[in-house]
């Protein structure tokens, strides 16, 4: 064979290697330790100290071990990650083990609660632990996106830009959980706490908070309806909101698991009013009759919706809606009237209190008048 013929050939011959050791990695050449996660392959092992973790973080932990927490987590705290090739995370856990002791379930998490961060949590002085490593990641968890959950969300919005919002209006109907600690988890919680009003009963703890997200359509059509009574009333110019829109409770019946331990997969059932109600909004033509007509009633006292929210499947929580309710001008109802099907004249709906009403009803006539906020689950 000449060489000419030789060379010809070396370029192919070059190649056929090349992807022999592709396809077998034994032939290739052992690589240095590399200081990336074992994974991802793309981040920086997590160094702790001294000790430096085979992962990035815990979800590549979870995810190498296949998906299993309890293979990469600390065997005594679940928090942090284990000392590869040991069953704990240092010698702190491995003594408390052997020692016979048990991690308090009420104990704080050691590890910071923003989004992808492996640090400690801050001491404070006296030897308590805080919930995140500094001030500036407990204010950025306070106000994140909670689409994206990255970026800070922008002022009177649930989200950090137009990309994200649009992007959760084209996956509506959904609806998204909003993390504890959240600027938004705490004012629908304070509000749940703060409204609960029955005598002799104690309010329960709000365990997960969902925002509702409908269809742009959907949305349009509250804001159009919205703006109409805000035309005829003036509230704004009164110093109120547009339309006197103000945030109102509902009970009603879940069919399903929706929202239990993060579950936000809406059922199917025609009868879970739930689901419904979040997928399509309300519907004055399901509503039952009540003591004043055909409505959509809603109520400012949280202990009283908690009365109208039923399981069907049993739950350690129960299910609420906060809604956003268009109120504009309300004709104050001390009696009951169970022919309406319309709030009276010159009135935009219907304010059941005083009299023999204990607590408070809010009652609107029309689909558009109202629209589901927030899911709020809480214990039984």
């Given at each position: 064979?000449?060489?000419?013929?030789?060379?010809?050939?070396l370029p192919f011959a070059l190649s056929?290697?090349?992807?022999?050791?592709?396809?077998?990695?034994?032939?290739?050449?052992?690589?240095?330790?590399?200081?990336?996660?074992?994974?991802?392959?793309?981040?920086?092992?997590?160094?702790?100290?001294?000790?430096?973790?085979?992962?990035?973080?815990?979800?590549?932990?979870?995810?190498?071990?296949?998906?299993?927490?309890?293979?990469?987590?600390?065997?005594?705290?679940?928090?942090r990650l284990k000392h590869p090739g040991?069953?704990?995370?240092?010698?702190?856990?491995?003594?408390?083990?052997?020692?016979?002791?048990?991690?308090?379930?009420?104990?704080?998490?050691?590890?910071?609660?923003?989004?992808?961060?492996?640090?400690?949590?801050?001491?404070?002085?006296?030897?308590?632990?805080?919930?995140?490593?500094?001030?500036?990641?407990?204010?950025?968890?306070?106000?994140?996106?909670?689409?994206?959950?990255?970026?800070?969300?922008?002022?009177?919005?649930?989200?950090?830009?137009?990309?994200?919002?649009?992007?959760?209006?084209?996956?509506?109907?959904?609806?998204?959980?909003?993390?504890?600690?959240?600027?938004?988890?705490?004012?629908?919680?304070?509000?749940?706490?703060?409204?609960?009003?029955?005598?002799?009963?104690?309010?329960?703890?709000?365990?997960?908070?969902?925002?509702?997200?409908?269809?742009?359509?959907?949305?349009?059509?509250?804001?159009?309806?919205?703006?109409?009574?805000?035309?005829?009333?003036?509230?704004?110019?009164?110093?109120?909101?547009?339309?006197?829109?103000?945030?109102?409770?509902?009970?009603?019946?879940?069919?399903?698991?929706?929202?239990?331990?993060?579950?936000?997969?809406?059922?199917?059932?025609?009868?879970?009013?739930?689901?419904?109600?979040?997928?399509?909004?309300?519907?004055?033509?399901?509503?039952?009759?009540?003591?004043?007509?055909?409505?959509?009633?809603?109520?400012?006292?949280?202990?009283?919706?908690?009365?109208?929210?039923?399981?069907?499947?049993?739950?350690?929580?129960?299910?609420?809606?906060?809604?956003?309710?268009?109120?504009?001008?309300?004709?104050?109802?001390?009696?009951?009237?169970?022919?309406?099907?319309?709030?009276?004249?010159?009135?935009?709906?219907?304010?059941?209190?005083?009299?023999?009403?204990?607590?408070?009803?809010?009652?609107?006539?029309?689909?558009?008048?109202?629209?589901?906020?927030?899911?709020?689950?809480?214990?039984?």
């Amino acid at each position: 064979m000449s060489v000419d013929s030789v060379a010809a050939h070396l370029p192919f011959a070059l190649s056929l290697l090349h992807a022999m050791a592709a396809q077998y990695p034994g032939l290739q050449k052992p690589q240095r330790s590399s200081n990336l996660c074992e994974n991802c392959h793309l981040n920086p092992k997590y160094k702790e100290g001294r000790k430096t973790h085979p992962y990035c973080s815990k979800s590549c932990a979870e995810a190498n071990a296949g998906g299993n927490s309890s293979n990469s987590d600390c065997d005594f705290c679940h928090s942090r990650l284990k000392h590869p090739g040991h069953p704990f995370c240092g010698k702190a856990c491995a003594k408390k083990a052997a020692a016979g002791q048990t991690a308090s379930s009420k104990s704080p998490p050691s590890t910071c609660k923003a989004p992808g961060c492996q640090k400690a949590v801050h001491t404070k002085p006296g030897g308590t632990c805080g919930e995140y490593c500094s001030l500036s990641h407990k204010t950025l968890t306070e106000m994140l996106c909670i689409l994206c959950l990255r970026n800070p969300k922008k002022a009177n919005s649930h989200f950090c830009g137009r990309h994200c919002s649009h992007d959760a209006e084209r996956k509506g109907p959904m609806i998204l959980e909003v993390p504890a600690g959240h600027v938004t988890f705490k004012s629908v919680a304070d509000q749940f706490k703060a409204s609960w009003r029955h005598p002799g009963t104690t309010c329960p703890q709000v365990k997960r908070v969902y925002k509702v997200i409908l269809t742009p359509a959907s949305s349009q059509a509250y804001e159009n309806y919205k703006s109409s009574v805000e035309a005829r009333g003036q509230f704004v110019a009164a110093g109120r909101s547009k339309g006197n829109e103000n945030r109102r409770w509902h009970g009603t019946r879940r069919e399903c698991l929706l929202g239990d331990n993060g579950q936000t997969q809406f059922c199917t059932s025609t009868t879970c009013s739930l689901c419904c109600i979040l997928r399509t909004s309300f519907d004055v033509t399901k509503a039952a009759w009540g003591s004043f007509g055909q409505g959509i009633y809603t109520s400012s006292t949280s202990s009283k919706s908690n009365d109208f929210s039923r399981n069907v499947p049993k739950s350690p929580m129960k299910a609420i809606l906060l809604n956003k309710v268009v109120v504009g001008k309300g004709c104050k109802m001390s009696h009951a009237n169970k022919t309406l099907t319309a709030p009276p004249s010159g009135c935009d709906s219907v304010l059941a209190e005083g009299g023999g009403i204990v607590y408070d009803e809010l009652i609107v006539f029309s689909n558009d008048a109202i629209r589901p906020s927030f899911l709020v689950m809480y214990e039984v």
